[in-house]
């Protein structure tokens, strides 16, 4: 037995340690462009704090994509376009607005990646007195009825998992070439423009993608136990570089069949132009809204993580009780409600500053693309899956966790009692000492957030503002 426990405490520590390197600074991967922006700075001995090379190699690329890349796009483009091509072109594709919004987008995107990654890990660390790191992987309740998500798992997750871990180069090569280009071909076959019922193949599309690239990304090392396995997929292994991929090729065939150019085509900008002119200006749209769509892609990542991480906890029952006097509140699992939280105003501001930039500029008739469109869906679902299915699991496991201390105090309660029974003294001396205190301290534990409903209110107004103003004004021709 004391072998055993031993055991147990060692497993634990060392599960600590594996933890506690995610908090290192530079812990947290970044993704392929992010990377070598942060190389270029490498050589310049004033940047050599990893935490200041990182934001000002971000800060940098920004002023030259955004910055000097446009100063001297427009500078020339009289020259080149003509005055009449460039007045339209800085009005209604390269807008002041629309650059300033982006740039604020990538900033805050690549400051939130960092911060909330790292506020994940030290949620993590604030309950790890609450979570149990398995010796082995414990097997979960059989389910004898055949379920579709029993079915999807063996046609679709074991091959491609078990593939991945005899072959991970290999398999890693085979998901990055199908969510490469899978996208391409599905927008240039089925654009959405022509006809808004292929969301639906859209949102397969997506589904698709994600799939292919999960089981690829959960060849965990042996030594990553418990919620070291989610830590470890979320910030060490190829899930972010695909997603990257996934993202920029949905990016490219929007960009070349749906929205941007499409739209400068049909105002017959490459009709008017010659070959090189008409190459550089395919390339400044690219330039402007592929390096956002990376950072994006940064920040959903990482939103993702964190309500993944939140299932995954549940689901294999690594969260084992609640600490009536945790001091963080709802039996210590208020800090996994706070991320959700923050990742949800992070949604809000980003959506209110993109989509407020082209509500300013552009006229009414031109919110019916469908850049809008998909932009106002993606970030209503990313809202509802970070935020209000995570907050129904928080909601009712601290509930049934209350229930688990409630039942566990009972026996105990009646063996004590039925001990000092033997005189009246005893039993009122029992009546009155802490067992009353105890349950009442357990019946308190806030069952969040449903006991604070000015948070869900302030959340979820923040969150749906801007996809409320749109809709407002697209369909009612509401001024704003």
């Known amino acids: 037995m004391f072998d055993s426990a031993s055991a147990t405490t060692r497993t634990k520590e060392k599960q600590y340690r594996l933890m506690d390197d995610f908090v290192k600074p530079d812990a947290e991967p970044l993704t392929p462009l992010e990377r070598l922006i942060a190389r270029v700075q490498v050589c310049l001995p004033p940047l050599r704090r990893p935490d200041t090379r990182y ?84 097997d979960l309740a059989p389910v004898d009825k055949v379920t579709f998500a029993g079915i999807l798992l063996r046609a679709l997750w074991d091959p491609l998992y078990k593939f991945s871990c005899r072959f991970n180069r290999m398999s890693t090569i085979l998901v990055g070439l199908i969510v490469a280009f899978i996208p391409l071909w599905v927008t240039w076959r089925f654009p959405v423009s022509e006809a808004y019922q292929h969301v639906g193949l859209y949102l397969v599309v997506f589904i698709v993608g994600s799939w292919a ?47 941007t150019l499409p739209t400068m085509g049909a105002r017959q900008f490459f009709e008017r132009i010659h070959f090189l002119p008409n190459f550089v200006l395919r390339l400044e749209a690219y330039a402007a809204y592929l390096f956002l769509f990376v950072f994006l892609a940064s920040l959903a990542h990482v939103i993702c993580s964190v309500a993944v991480g939140i299932f995954f ?41 993109l989509l407020g930039s082209w509500l300013v500029v552009h006229p009414l008739q031109e919110l019916r693309k469908p850049y809008y469109v998909q932009l106002v869906t993606g970030a209503t679902f990313l809202i509802m899956f970070s935020y209000v299915l995570p907050v129904l699991v928080l909601h009712f496991q601290v509930k049934e966790f209350k229930l688990d201390w409630i039942r566990n105090l009972g026996p105990r309660k009646i063996s004590i009692l039925q001990e000092k029974l033997a005189t009246w003294d005893a039993s009122a001396e029992f009546l009155g000492s802490n067992w009353a205190a105890g349950y009442a301290r357990i019946r308190e534990i806030s069952d969040w957030p449903s006991s604070n409903l000015s948070v869900i209110a302030r959340v979820l107004l923040a969150s749906l503002t801007p996809l409320i103003t749109y809709f407002a004004r697209l369909y009612l021709h509401i001024s704003i």
């Not at 920004?62 to 376009?81: A, D, E, H, K, Q």
């Not at 900033?107 to 609450?130: C, E, G, M, N, P």
């Not at 959960?218 to 396995?229: A, D, L």
């Not at 609640?322 to 409600?337: H, I, K, T, V």
């Open 55 to 138: 934001f000002v190699s971000v800060l940098l690329s920004v002023l030259i994509v955004y910055g000097l890349n446009f100063t001297f796009f427009f500078w020339f483009s009289p020259r080149i376009y003509g005055e009449e091509i460039t007045r339209e072109l800085s009005s209604l594709f390269f807008n002041r607005i629309f650059l300033l919004a982006n740039s604020t987008a990538v900033l805050f995107s690549a400051w939130f990646v960092r911060y909330q990654s790292r506020q994940y890990v030290k949620a993590l660390r604030d309950i790890r007195h609450l979570l149990d790191f398995p010796e082995k992987e414990r």
């Open 213 to 259: 690239i999960a089981p690829v990304t959960w060849n965990v090392p042996e030594e990553y136990k418990g919620t070291n396995r989610n830590l470890w997929t979320a910030f060490r292994s190829r899930q972010a570089l695909l997603a990257t991929v996934f993202t920029l090729s949905i990016a490219t065939a929007e960009l070349t069949w749906v929205t």
């Open 313 to 353: 906890l549940w689901h294999r029952r690594y969260v084992i009780w609640l600490d009536p006097l945790d001091e963080f509140g709802s039996g210590g699992l208020r800090p996994l409600g706070v991320l959700v939280e923050k990742s949800t105003y992070a949604i809000a501001f980003v959506v209110a500053i």
